[in-house]
């Protein structure tokens, strides 16, 4: 039990940091850098290298949540359940902490806002369908009774 929860927020881990460079880093990169409000300090330094090491610690702990709920609680063992809830989870996840900075900072526009709640849904949707099909890899079936 205990390996495949290490087994699945492990791959759930690797998933969301490859997508997150993917869409974040590659295929929005523009887009959001045109809807953010820039000034001194925003950003950090990405050209050390411990920025990579926290954004990859920051998907295992979403990874060891979403696993954690999925095989405690919610019993998912297959890839369209997680699917289903993982994107449910990023929606809701990203809609609340978008609504907190929009409406706290001027951080970014509401465009962006946008698709940022779109592309977390995608991705976290994505890993919560690899962790399921993870916690389900050989699972011995039930009989129906």
Not at 87 to 95: D, I, P, Q, S, V
Not at 97 to 107: E, Q
Not at 114 to 120: E, H, L, M
């Amino acid at each position: 039990m205990i390996k495949k929860l290490i087994l699945a927020t492990l791959a759930g881990s690797v998933v969301q940091f490859l997508l997150g460079w993917l869409i974040y880093g590659l295929l929005l990169a523009n887009f959001m850098n045109s809807h953010t409000t820039h000034y001194e300090g925003l950003m950090k330094d990405m050209n050390t290298g411990s920025f990579i090491i926290l954004i990859f610690i920051s998907g295992l702990v979403m990874s060891f949540l979403i696993t954690y709920i999925f095989q405690r609680w919610a019993k998912f063992e297959k890839f369209f359940m997680g699917l289903a809830a993982g994107m449910l989870l990023g929606f809701l996840l990203a809609l609340s902490y978008d609504l907190y900075f929009l409406a706290s900072m001027n951080m970014f526009s509401v465009s962006a806002m946008i698709v940022d709640i779109i592309a977390n849904t995608v991705v976290v949707g994505i890993v919560g369908a690899v962790i399921a099909w993870v916690l389900g890899f050989k699972s011995k079936a039930v009989p129906i009774q």
